[in-house]
């Protein structure tokens, strides 16, 4: 009866040392699982503010695009501009601007 009573008392104390056992593993990976939301979290805000970023970087010349293309107006670059001209007369694109005040009076 003694002999019957320790080898209860042994197989109930396994039991709950295991038990204990998965429980402090299932604590770990929930943790690794929380820690790796919490970086996911992260991440994501950090995306979204380099992605504003590079929104905002990129507005001025696209929205300089879409305002000459809604305007109709004429931009031109260096390239187009004149190489050999020695005069000191303003840039063509001051001159046109110029010349569509002075048409609108």
Known sequence: MFFRFIATLAILTGISIYGMNLEKQNLKLK????????ELHNLEEQRSRLFLKTQQLGAPPRLIRDWN???N??????EQFPKDKSDNSPPPLLEW?????????
Do not use: F
Not at 73 to 78: E, H, I, P, Q
């Open 97 to 105: 601007r110029l010349r569509r005040d002075a048409s609108t009076e």
């Open 31 to 38: 943790s690794i699982v929380s820690q790796q939301h919490y």
């Open 73 to 78: 107006y004429l931009v031109r670059t260096k």
């Open 69 to 71: 293309l809604k305007e």
